[in-house]
């Protein structure tokens, strides 16, 4: 049994999917549900006995307490994050609450679990932390890669309260020995994606007609890894990984954004023509957000060195399979915008509420 948070939000759930698809290892799946929070996603899984979901927040001591002692997980993954940079800009008291905040509670209850395991259980227990590339700050155009070794000089709130989660954890394991393992990943694309994200985004408002909005210049540049290869190296580092250590996962595709909306379009004119000419049509360059990070570029070497992990897909395969998802999926774009989603779940869960 392993315990997921956040497992179902975007990473998080293809996470689940995944570690079902292919393991009869039950997985317990808190998750409080927010705005990138769907269900919907989990359907596949609808009726599996291996997956059993919970509504709840990390920040509620009492209720993981309960969930730790009650399933026993030999592993805890832990996705469960306030994770868009612009909302961390606008709001970012929620990213201190539930990054750092509901991170602590987190560590503070799996370290009492953990102290109290039999001896086996306890040596064989992961307190897996998942978090970006974001913390390391900015790169400059020559720079090298992000390494496991570069400091932290997080930038925003969202990435400042990501790195504090993960101190945190580091700390948990220097103070009190817990079995930590620590990975940062690059900017993660694929199915399921909430549409306030760039890829997603770019895909749904070309679909309406509406414009295509790029920040500045759209010369940002990112390191872009498909979802499944995410899921697939944390897997790898849960069962392999050392206990302290810290593993960058990253897809090996640096590309700028505007590069990566050109991608969509070419991909949509392909898959969806539109009348009277392409997409790109549509690209609308935007004032930039306050303090937008130049470059992120993650080095995963150490991952292909120790634990002889590598991305499957490379961005070309993985843009295809995304850009398909969402064509092939409308309705649950269209639940996830309209509300009709967001009242589901409030009808859903009032009486377990109550």
Aim: contains cysteine; charged residues 25%.
């Amino acid at each position: 049994m392993i315990l997921v948070t956040g497992g179902a939000g975007f990473i998080g759930a293809n996470f689940v999917l995944d570690w079902l698809a292919g393991s009869d290892e039950p997985v317990v799946n808190l998750d409080k549900l927010t705005y990138a929070g769907n269900m919907e996603t989990l359907a596949p899984l609808k009726g599996d006995p291996r997956h059993i979901f919970v509504r709840g927040d990390i920040g509620d001591s009492t209720l993981v307490a309960d969930l730790l002692a009650k399933h026993r997980p030999r592993a805890v993954v832990h996705f469960a994050a306030e994770s868009h940079v612009d909302r961390s800009i606008s709001d970012p008291e929620a990213f201190i609450q539930t990054n750092i905040v509901g991170t602590f509670r987190l560590l503070e209850a799996a370290r009492r679990y953990w102290s109290e395991l039999p001896a086996g259980e306890k040596s064989a227990f992961r307190f897996l932390q998942v978090s970006t590339d974001e913390v390391y700050g900015s790169l400059q155009p020559a720079d090298p890669a992000f390494s496991e070794t570069n400091r932290y000089e997080p930038n925003s709130p969202y990435s400042a309260s990501k790195a504090a989660s993960d101190h945190l954890t580091r700390a948990y394991h220097h103070t009190y020995g817990l079995p930590v393992l620590t990975t940062n990943c690059s900017n993660n694309y694929g199915p399921y994606h909430f549409p306030e994200k760039l890829i997603p985004l770019m895909i749904v408002n070309a679909l309406a007609g509406k414009p295509l909005p790029v920040y500045g210049d759209g010369q940002q540049v990112r390191d872009w890894l498909y979802v499944k290869d995410h899921c697939s190296g944390i897997r790898r580092v849960l069962e392999a990984g050392k206990p302290g250590e810290t593993y960058n996962i990253g897809g090996n595709n640096e590309k700028p954004n505007i590069d990566i909306v050109h991608a969509v379009c070419a991909l949509l004119d392909e898959l969806r023509p539109r009348a009277g000419g392409s997409y790109r049509e549509q690209v609308a360059f935007i004032k930039d957000r306050p303090g937008h990070d130049r470059r992120y570029a993650i080095d995963a070497s150490k991952m292909m060195r120790e634990l002889g992990w590598k991305p499957a897909d490379t961005f070309e395969t993985g843009i295809r399979k995304t850009v398909q998802w969402y064509l092939d999926n409308p309705e649950w774009v269209t639940h996830v915008q309209s509300g009709a989603y967001r009242d589901w779940v409030e009808a859903q869960y009032a009486t377990a509420a109550a």
